[in-house]
């Protein structure tokens, strides 16, 4: 198996169907998250939509190079969700990311390894290898996130119908 097919092999693994590193990934972490969760907020953290968005910002930036493009996404607009107000549009920003991790992956299986050592963009963003792999640790990062800001609000949810009871 070439490298950037076992790169794409990872990336699909965090993000669509593995099981191996954290026995989840996002698809199965976000599968039942509904719209009233995904935007729920938990002290200071970031809701789960806004990291579902962020993941999918870095995706699609990293896709449009891929196809050719140049390097347009900036940290600055990284969590620059527009609101959430319904949960067609919290159905639509988890079809994006889907379809966008398929994509991703995909176009890294169609690359020459001799890619991987070629420099990103710019010399200052390393090469693609380097990307590619900050791409996965970073899914990693946030996936660990939305799982425990899921069971905060687990949390939450049985303290509040525990108190329900009470009444």
């Known amino acids: 198996m070439s490298s950037t097919s076992q790169l794409a092999k990872r990336f699909r693994e965090v993000l ?19 719209m009233e969760q995904a935007t ?22 990293l896709i ?13 607009y990284s969590f620059d969700l527009p609101p959430i107000e319904n949960e067609e549009q919290w159905k639509s920003l988890k079809n994006k990311l889907w379809n966008d991790a398929e994509k991703f992956a995909n176009l890294l299986d169609q690359m020459q390894d001799s890619k991987m050592n070629e420099v990103f963009v710019d010399e200052k963003y390393g090469t693609y290898l380097r990307n590619i792999d900050g791409m996965i640790e970073h899914c990693y990062y946030h996936l660990g996130q939305i ?21």
């Open 16 to 34: 669509l169907d593995g099981l191996w590193i954290a026995n989840t990934n996002f698809k199965d972490q976000l599968s039942n998250v509904n």
């Open 40 to 61: 729920a907020k938990i002290g200071s953290l970031n809701t789960i939509a806004m990291l579902t968005f962020h993941i999918d910002y870095y995706i699609a930036g």
């Open 64 to 76: 449009h190079v891929f196809e050719g493009g140049n390097l347009e996404i900036r940290d600055q």
């Open 147 to 167: 799982t425990l800001i899921k069971k905060l609000l687990q949390q939450k949810e049985s303290v509040y119908l525990e108190n329900q009871r009470k009444i």
